[in-house]
């Protein structure tokens, strides 16, 4: 079989523990921009804006952050999942999923219905705020409306700490628990499907090649070529929404409506 295509559709039906593993690239059809593709974040921010030292450096740096992160925020908030995070859905109801490790901080996943305990969020998400102190966490809904337009947010209601997305920033540990559980989940699968990731950012770019390690084949669906690419059973530089769709239709599995936003 020399089809990429049919390729990962065979690989999807033999599958029966399969690791999705999601980057930017995933959330792009939704309307929320990648950072490396072509219009993506990087065009039009500096990154050095989100290391967490310029974060700590002062008030100035801070409010900086805070009227990027607004910007980001407001765009998820309109964004409603698409075909590829459906898929992720049909392949969770089939019994195939053992869960999605995701770097996107955009929720979509659990927005497409895909139960939250199947998501695992190696850098956060931007719809909680916590304490960089305390650890407090609270709902961004209704912290969002005390940051004024400059960016001045209000400092942690229980300790007076800095209070800041719960995403993981530049320079800021990855969360020992998680790391642990996306590995025991990718030492478990027995397909690594990558959907949407340059693959250049680590320690989250480990897990496909240690997939492999485990003696599971690694799939990957991703417009841009990947550094993993020629470890890779099988690679679709493609869409997303379409490769996925495609592969659901060809599964049998009929097209789930599409969520609402994640606002409403
Ligand atoms: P990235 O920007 O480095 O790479 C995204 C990749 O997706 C690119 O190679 C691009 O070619 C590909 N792509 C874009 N649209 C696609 C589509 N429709 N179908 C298939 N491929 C497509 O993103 P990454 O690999 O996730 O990098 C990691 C960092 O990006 C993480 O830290 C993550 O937190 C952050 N990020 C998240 C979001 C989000 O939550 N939606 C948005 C921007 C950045």
Redesign the pocket.
Known sequence: MSDPMDKLIALTRQAGRIVVF?????????G???????G???EKYDPNDFHIDRFLASAESRRRYWQRSTD?YNQ?LL?RPNA?HQAVLALERMGKLGAVI?????G?HQAAGTASDQVIE???S?LYISCLSCGSRHDRATFQPKVSPAGDAPDCAQCGGLMKPA??SFGQMLIPETLARAGEETDACDLFLV???????YP??EFPIRAIRGGAPLAI??????PHDPYATVVL???????MSGVMAALGVEAIPVAAPLHS
Do not use: K
């Not at 999601?22 to 939704?30: K, L, N, R, W």
């Not at 995701?102 to 955009?106: F, K, L």
């Not at 959907?195 to 950012?201: C, D, E, F, R, T």
């Open positions: 999601t980057g930017a690239g995933i959330s792009t059809e939704s929320i921009p990648d950072f490396r593709g072509p993506g974040v990087w980001m998820i964004a590829a995701t770097q996107n901080i955009d979509l190696l850098h956060g931007t995403t993981i959907i949407g990731s340059s693959l250049v950012v989250a770019a669906v991703n417009r841009q070529e990947t530089n493609d869409s997303a929404g379409e490769v």
